[in-house]
């Protein structure tokens, strides 16, 4: 009887020792699965910045466009009014320049 008592102590203690390094696996993962969590929260925290980061931009891209936009409109008919202008001078230097000879 003394041999199965033996065995059954070592069995037990082999039991409990397998419980044991269950128990420190299974804290092990848990501590895991909460980094991962944090991980996962940390990345979507940057993620949410970085769109309001990339709408801000987007903005600022809309914004530029539509000064560049509005600047060459300008320009356009900057240049009109300049073309006019020397139309104007050369038909006034032409007049002059017949009445002068005449």
């Keep these: ?12 203690e082999n039991a409990t020792q397998l419980l044991a390094a269950a128990a420190s696996h299974a804290e092990s993962a848990h501590e895991r699965l909460n980094q991962a969590g944090r991980r996962i929260d940390q990345l979507a925290a940057q993620q949410h910045s ?13 914004r530029l466009t539509t000064q560049v936009s509005e600047y060459v409109n300008e320009a356009r008919e900057d240049r009109k009014s300049l073309h006019a202008a020397i139309d104007r001078m050369e038909r ?7 009445k002068d000879e005449g």
């Design 1 to 12: 009887m003394s041999d199965r008592l033996n065995r059954i102590e070592e069995n037990l």
């Design 50 to 62: 970085n769109e309001l980061a990339l709408a801000n931009v987007v903005h600022n891209v809309d």
């Design 92 to 98: 006034l230097m032409d007049y002059l320049i017949r």
